[in-house]
């Protein structure tokens, strides 16, 4: 079955951009995603990808996919405090109606 | 503009107590999910509904049971609550056809002593 990786903590500085990383096992076509949740919050979408896409790009998230290594990333540019979160990666596959499959989260704290 | 509402947010059981897990969403989706979220362990899938009438298990579907009780509603039941049920749960829903992202619910943090 699916599988999604994600590195657990990462630590920046505020002002700093901030990469987080993920990879996934699943072999079709997907789509991949990024939430964001807050302390004591649901989950917020940030950004998807379709993995026929290289990048792309919403204000100051930057997502890339390299589609032969299965790695997925997230770059926050200038980050705020406000960004102090857990990030989740998830993927599904193209069928429309099958779940999101998450990874474990990476909680990002900034440093002011 | 509601999305995907839980309730409640929060709740606290005895052991074997009984409790139904409640979500609606207003989009008019097709499917809808249930996700139980612990320290560590990420999101895990309970069970889901790709279209009213149908479920289907996930990854951790002991010690549950679900009902999609109409295309708007998928509520989440616990039969016998144990500590281990103890988490933070999540309802999502998504479109099917078309629309790719999920919404989700502001979870419920139910803890069982």
């Known amino acids: 079955g699916e599988d999604v990786e994600q590195s657990l903590f990462l630590s920046v500085r505020e002002g700093d951009s901030s990469v987080i990383n993920c990879t996934y096992t699943d072999s079709s076509s997907t789509y991949l995603y990024w939430y964001k949740q807050e302390p004591g919050a649901g989950l917020q979408l940030l950004t998807y990808?379709?993995?026929?896409?290289d990048m792309k790009q919403d204000q100051r998230l930057t997502v890339l996919l390299n589609k032969k290594d299965k790695h997925l990333s997230l770059r926050i540019a200038d980050t705020q405090t406000g960004d102090s979160a857990i990030y989740f990666c998830a993927e599904t596959p193209l069928e429309r109606n099958t779940p999101l499959v998450f990874g474990k989260g990476t909680r990002l704290s900034v440093i002011a | 503009n509601a999305g995907v509402t839980q309730t409640p947010k929060f709740q606290v059981l005895k052991t074997g107590q009984s409790m139904t897990l409640q979500c609606a969403q207003d989009?008019?989706?097709?499917?809808m999910y249930w996700y139980r979220q612990d320290p560590g362990m990420g999101l895990r899938l309970i069970y889901y509904s790709a279209s009213e009438g149908t479920t289907d298990k996930g990854e951790v579907p002991n010690g549950y049971n679900v009902s999609r009780l109409n295309k708007r509603e998928f509520s989440l039941r616990l039969e016998s609550a144990a500590p281990s049920q103890t988490s933070v749960y999540f309802c999502?829903?998504?479109?099917?056809?078309?629309?790719?992202?999920?919404?989700f619910g502001q979870g419920t943090r139910l803890t069982v002593v």
């Open positions: 999502a829903s998504r479109a099917g056809t078309g629309e790719v992202r999920a919404f």
């Open positions: 990808i379709f993995s026929n896409m």
């Open positions: 989009m008019n989706h097709n499917s």
